[in-house]
């Protein structure tokens, strides 16, 4: 059987929360590969690259990351968020906030 390379997936919902004046992206990303290897999670606010989150994990381990998303305008928004390399599922989610 060949190894599969680091390959990631998102793990339950995402959950975009305020806090004093900012908001706030939880996840849980976890490798689903055999090998290590370097997750890359890209955030994104209405259609606009904010920021992202990178990780090493070894196979078969997780993380509980917070990204701050720092102020939204007052309104609806969606937040994106995105992996790199993803496994072809779960690799992708998103919620409206309204702030």
Same mark, same amino acid.
């Given at each position: 059987?060949?190894?599969?390379?680091?390959?990631?997936?998102?793990?339950?919902?995402?959950?975009?929360?305020?806090?004093?004046?900012?908001?706030?992206?939880?996840?849980?990303?976890?490798?689903?590969?055999?090998?290590?290897?370097?997750? /890359?999670?890209? %955030?994104?606010?209405?259609? +606009?690259?904010?920021?992202?989150?990178?990780?090493? $994990? =070894?196979?078969?381990?997780?993380?509980?990351?917070?990204?701050?998303?720092?102020?939204?305008?007052?309104? /609806?928004?969606? %937040?994106?968020?995105?992996? +790199?390399?993803?496994?072809?599922?779960?690799?992708? $989610? =998103?919620?409206?906030?309204?702030?």
């Amino acid at each position: 059987m060949l190894a599969m390379s680091a390959m990631f997936e998102f793990s339950g919902q995402l959950s975009v929360t305020s806090y004093g004046s900012g908001w706030q992206a939880y996840f849980e990303v976890y490798n689903v590969g055999d090998e290590s290897g370097e997750v /890359v999670v890209g %955030v994104e606010v209405d259609d +606009n690259y904010l920021t992202e989150w990178r990780q090493t $994990l =070894s196979p078969s381990t997780g993380d509980q990351p917070t990204v701050d998303l720092g102020q939204l305008d007052p309104g /609806v928004h969606t %937040v994106l968020i995105y992996l +790199n390399p993803g496994s072809g599922q779960n690799d992708h $989610l =998103s919620e409206q906030v309204n702030a």
